[in-house]
């Protein structure tokens, strides 16, 4: 996949931004949806900037909560483009034109290529450049 | 009535400029209104700033870096100290800005002593299981439950699974201590209308009548008093589902709670079922109510297919 996300340039990875087990990807009007990949299969939780079709939410200020299961595992905020974890322990993770915002670490102005994944984000921590993990679905929709 | 904040529900990785999210604006102006007192435990308040700082110096730096490239280029520019731009919110000051009375709580010495204990032997709401011996969390919930024994009933506004978790359940009833996961729960608890709970109201609006005709005592004109745990299931033509707890007007001013379930297709209520269905707390009637209003509601047309179009492209299949 070769695209522009939060001024990094991806060129030839396979997912550009994993925030845990869930790739974050941007349309070309900025629009991002995200796609668990943590089961069997793919799973669409939102497509650009709304939640998919399937998932349960609820709508909150400025942005909606997603659930699984009944459990709210996470926001996200259209306008400012940020997803906040709530049950997935995860740091909060923000899209701009000019960066990624990953917690308190900024990405910005960067090239990733050849790679699994581009910018990866765990409970630990975070990986620029990594393989793609294990057991992950293939990111088919 | 106390309301006590853990950290969790205030956290934030980016620095706060102004004011804190619109939820706890409205929360805490709710709360003046009400005559509630915020309680930020000093452990939050200190948690709160630690994570701030972080913000604060990651953005400083990035500041320097980007005077340090200005002067590369040899471009002109009025340099503005940092500190004089960016500075470290105060949690208080953002709670007092709408007027609510808050207070920071200092843990008593029976406090840590308590809390140190059922940290130690893995006492309750401490997971047995866990290896982390977490005394922040067991200190605010001390916290939370003084002030509930010594108020008869408080809240504790935390996601922490110590807080939240069933093994807490019972001594959080026997003192009246209420536990809610986020501000918009506690904002649905003081009948505040959340966005969730206005959307439910559109889809009640078309169906009112139906409720009536189905024999249902409640006023003439729409009536409802609250809206709790509204959840949404979306469809490809928009919502395809709404399920929420629901308080209405009776008639003769009681009130009506509900379990309520929709099947929304293509913007048209063709399934509504009640259940659990309580007048002041006494079942009604019939235990359940199945109706097909075949009513049409309306929201914002869904754009799906151009969105997954566009999704699709992008993932190049």
Same mark, same amino acid.
């Given at each position: 996949m070769n695209l522009k996300m939060g001024s990094q340039v991806f060129h030839d990875v396979q997912i550009p931004l994993l925030w845990g087990s869930r790739a974050v990807l941007q349309d070309n009007q900025g629009r991002l949806s995200l796609i668990d990949l943590g089961g069997d299969k793919a799973k669409l939780e939102i497509v650009g900037d709304k939640p998919a079709p399937g998932i349960e939410f609820t709508p909150v200020s400025d942005g909606f909560k997603i659930f699984n299961k009944g459990n709210p595992i996470y926001i996200y905020y259209p306008e400012e483009k940020r997803l906040s974890s709530i049950d997935l322990e995860l740091p909060e993770c923000q899209l701009s034109e000019w960066e990624i915002r990953v917690g308190s670490n900024v990405f910005s102005g960067n090239v990733i290529a050849g790679l699994g994944v581009g910018i990866a984000v765990t409970k630990d921590g975070f990986a620029m450049g990594a393989p793609l993990p294990p057991n992950l679905a293939k990111l088919v929709i | 009535m106390k309301i006590i904040l853990n950290s969790d529900i205030l956290f934030n990785t980016f620095l706060i400029k102004n004011n804190l999210s619109k939820n706890f604006q409205e929360l805490f102006s709710i709360?003046?209104? =009400?005559?509630?007192?915020?309680?930020?435990?000093?452990?939050?308040?200190?948690?709160?700033?630690?994570?701030?700082?972080?913000?604060?110096?990651?953005?400083?730096?990035?500041?320097? %870096?980007?005077?340090?490239?200005?002067?590369?280029?040899?471009?002109?520019?009025?340099?503005?100290?940092?500190?004089?731009?960016?500075?470290?919110?105060?949690?208080?000051?953002?709670?007092?800005?709408?007027?609510?009375?808050? *207070?920071?709580?200092?843990?008593?010495?029976?406090?840590?002593?308590?809390?140190?204990?059922?940290?130690?032997?893995?006492?309750?709401?401490?997971?047995?299981?866990? %290896?982390?011996?977490?005394?922040?969390?067991?200190?605010?919930?001390?916290?939370?439950?003084?002030?509930?024994?010594?108020?008869?009933?408080?809240?504790?506004?935390?996601?922490?699974?110590?807080?939240?978790?069933?093994?807490?359940?019972?001594?959080?009833?026997?003192?009246g201590l209420i536990r809610f996961k986020s501000e918009e729960e506690v904002l649905e608890y003081f009948e505040v209308e959340t966005p969730a709970g206005k959307l439910i109201k559109q889809l009640i609006k078309p169906i009112w009548e139906d409720l009536l005709k189905a024999g249902l005592p409640l006023n003439q004109d729409v009536s409802i008093v609250g809206v709790a745990q509204? *959840?949404?299931?979306?469809?490809?033509?928009?919502?395809?589902?709404?399920?929420?707890?629901?308080?209405?007007?009776?008639?003769?001013?009681?009130?009506?709670?509900?379990?309520?379930?929709?099947?929304?297709?293509?913007?048209?209520?063709?399934?509504?079922?009640?259940?659990?269905?309580?007048?002041?707390?006494?079942?009604?009637? =019939?235990?359940?109510?199945?109706?097909?209003?075949? %009513?049409?509601?309306?929201?914002?047309?869904?754009?799906?297919?151009? *969105?997954?179009?566009?999704?699709?492209?992008?993932?190049?299949?």
């Open positions: - | 709360c003046q209104k =009400k005559g509630h007192v915020i309680i930020i435990p000093l452990t939050t308040l200190l948690e709160f700033d630690r994570a701030q700082l972080e913000s604060l110096n990651t953005k400083t730096l990035k500041l320097e %870096k980007a005077y340090m490239l200005l002067e590369s280029l040899n471009i002109k520019f009025t340099r503005v100290e940092p500190p004089e731009v960016i500075k470290k919110p105060d949690l208080i000051e953002l709670v007092k800005k709408s007027g609510v009375e808050v *207070r920071v709580e200092n843990p008593t010495n029976d406090d840590y002593l308590e809390a140190h204990k059922r940290a130690c032997l893995h006492e309750c709401p401490h997971a047995p299981e866990k %290896k982390s011996d977490e005394m922040r969390d067991l200190i605010i919930w001390m916290i939370a439950l003084r002030y509930a024994q010594q108020d008869g009933n408080a809240i504790l506004i935390s996601r922490d699974e110590v807080h939240v978790n069933p093994r807490g359940d019972n001594e959080a009833n026997s003192v509204p *959840r949404f299931i979306q469809g490809t033509e928009g919502i395809s589902n709404a399920y929420c707890l629901i308080r209405l007007r009776t008639f003769d001013g009681k009130m009506l709670k509900t379990n309520i379930a929709m099947k929304i297709d293509n913007n048209v209520i063709v399934e509504l079922e009640l259940s659990e269905i309580m007048i002041d707390e006494n079942p009604w009637d =019939k235990k359940q109510l199945a109706l097909l209003p075949n %009513k049409a509601i309306s929201l914002e047309k869904d754009d799906y297919k151009e *969105r997954i179009d566009s999704l699709k492209e992008l993932i190049g299949e």
